[in-house]
Each structure stands twice: as structure tokens, then as C-alpha cells.
């Protein structure tokens, strides 16, 4: 018997080994293979201006697009499908394996790197409010809104903004989401709500395509500032599956050679971008992470 039972945990020893060997290999196979294989990566968008959006032509194309087709070309990576999801499902499309990248404007936070991976920064970005003209309630700053308990804010779902106006004092009821940054501006075109607030960029963009003259950015806009008292800024950057360490740092070696290059720059600069959006070259993923 004794003999018996210890050929037979050999065997489960063996096969316990076999089927997490099997497991491994799978969980370790990075991006970089699909490129070898010349594969198709899917890279999730939100149909956003100016990030990531379907043009007039009926192709994916933006800032965050153009910007990662520069990045996965050298890589082997040519081929790449752009689904169009609501924001909301960006991140949790990535953690659960529906894309391989987000390709959308997406901010990196400590929340967000708990379910996801992210490359360094690409571009840097504050918030802005778009406001009805002459800003009737003189709204300047997420603390405005909070002093004053009849104005309602519009935001999207799913975005750092509402964490951003909460922490600012916002009461949760004069917080009004929307799926889509056009719907936002509707409703306050409808006097639903009294500002809408999303990163700058997008608000330069959403002014630009909508033409509204009734409208307007609401300036000075005091940013939220940080630890030191300063304005703080919020870094965009691509979402990345979180157990691909050799694709991160592949991407993110591809993203310094880009910058370096003036490439990076160039790219931005045709959807409004300046050298003013570009972080510090010091900031990395890994520090904005790990920050509270």
C-alpha cells in the first residue's frame, strides 16, 4: 500500500505540475506574440473627441489612435480593431479580457491600476467647465459649484471627474451624469444643469464641434490643487492588460522614443494639443499608482 499511495502522488504531483505549467504558459503569453503573428489587437474606444472616435469615413482615428499606431507599429503590430463602447465599459472590458488595449483618453489612478495595467503618460490634462454665456452662477472651480447648492454639474460616467467634484464638496444629488459629452451639453442647453465638467482637451474639442454660440468655457477655471497647493493635473495614457510586463515595457520604450523623436508632438498638435499638454518626463505610471 504504501508503495501504491506513492506512485499514485507521484502522479498527482505530476499532473498538478503539467496543468499549472499549461496555466502559466497561457497567462504569460504577451501582446508582443500577437504582433509575431501578425494578429489582429483589439483597442476599446469611446467614440470621443478628440481621443479616439470614428471620422467621417467610417475609420477609427483621434490623438490616442494616431499615437498608438505609431507606438505598435514598430512592434510588430499593424493590425488593430477599435470597438466603440460607453466609457464606463472601458476599464472593465480590459480587466475582463474583451479588448487588449484602451485606446480612449483614460486617466490614470490607484483605483483604475488595481484591475488594470497603464503605459507612462502621454499627455497631461486639468478640467475646465463649459458654462451658458456670461456664466450666470459665476462658476470658476469645482468648490464654486459645491458653495453653491442649486447648481447642478453634468460629467460623464464612469470618469475620474466625479471622484474630482465629490472630493471638492459636490452633494451627490446636484451630480448629473451623462453616457456621452453631447448629451451633457444638451442638457445644459435645456438648463438641466448649469456646468459641465471634463478635462480640458475635451472641452476645447466639444466647443469646436458643436458651434454653440449660447455657450461658452468658463475662464479663469481655478484647477484643483494638489498636495503642495498647486494646480494639479490629471495623466492620460493607455490602458494595458496588467499581467503583460514585457508589452508594457516595450510600449512605454516605444512611447520615450516617439517623444523624443518630436513625433509624439507632432501627432497631438493636429487635434489642439501644445507642449503644455505634455507631462514631465519624470512622471511615471508607477508613481501615479502608487500616489493617494
Not at 447642478?152 to 465629490?166: C, D, M, V, Y
Request: with cysteine; charged share 20%.
Amino acid at each position: 500500500m504504501p508503495a501504491k499511495s506513492t506512485r499514485f502522488a507521484a502522479l498527482i504531483s505530476a499532473a498538478l505540475f503539467s496543468s499549472l505549467t499549461f496555466s502559466f504558459s497561457a497567462t504569460a503569453a504577451s501582446l508582443l506574440d500577437k504582433g509575431a503573428q501578425h494578429q489582429t489587437v483589439i483597442a476599446g474606444i469611446a467614440n470621443e473627441q478628440p481621443y479616439g472616435y470614428i471620422g467621417e469615413d467610417g475609420k477609427a482615428t483621434g490623438a490616442n489612435v494616431e499615437v498608438l499606431r505609431a507606438i505598435l507599429k514598430p512592434l510588430g503590430i499593424t493590425r488593430i480593431d477599435t470597438p466603440v463602447v460607453d466609457f464606463g465599459a472601458l476599464v472593465p472590458g480590459l480587466a475582463a479580457g474583451r479588448f487588449d488595449i484602451i485606446g480612449a483618453g483614460l486617466f490614470i489612478n490607484p483605483a483604475r491600476c488595481q484591475a488594470i495595467g497603464f503605459s507612462n503618460p502621454v499627455t497631461r490634462s486639468g478640467g475646465a467647465f463649459i458654462v451658458k454665456k456670461g456664466n450666470p452662477l459665476k462658476l470658476h472651480s469645482l468648490k464654486d459649484v459645491a458653495a453653491n447648492p442649486s447648481a447642478r454639474l453634468g460629467t460623464q460616467n464612469g470618469t475620474n471627474q466625479i471622484q474630482e467634484a465629490k472630493s471638492s464638496g459636490v452633494a451627490n444629488q446636484n451630480i448629473v451624469l451623462f453616457d456621452k459629452d453631447t448629451e451633457a451639453l444638451a442638457a445644459l442647453d435645456a438648463n438641466r444643469v448649469d456646468a459641465i465638467y471634463f478635462p480640458d482637451a475635451e472641452i476645447i474639442s466639444l466647443l469646436k464641434r458643436s458651434d454653440d454660440k449660447s455657450v461658452e468655457r468658463a475662464l479663469p477655471f481655478n484647477q484643483i490643487p494638489d498636495a503642495q497647493g498647486k494646480p494639479g493635473y490629471n495623466y492620460h495614457a493607455f490602458g494595458l492588460p496588467k499581467n503583460d510586463p514585457a508589452f508594457i515595457n516595450a510600449f512605454n520604450a516605444q512611447l520615450a522614443k516617439l517623444r523624443k523623436s518630436g513625433e509624439l508632438l507632432k501627432i497631438l498638435e493636429k487635434y489642439g494639443y501644445t507642449a503644455n499638454e505634455l507631462p514631465p518626463e519624470n512622471v511615471q505610471a508607477s508613481q501615479l499608482c502608487a500616489s493617494k
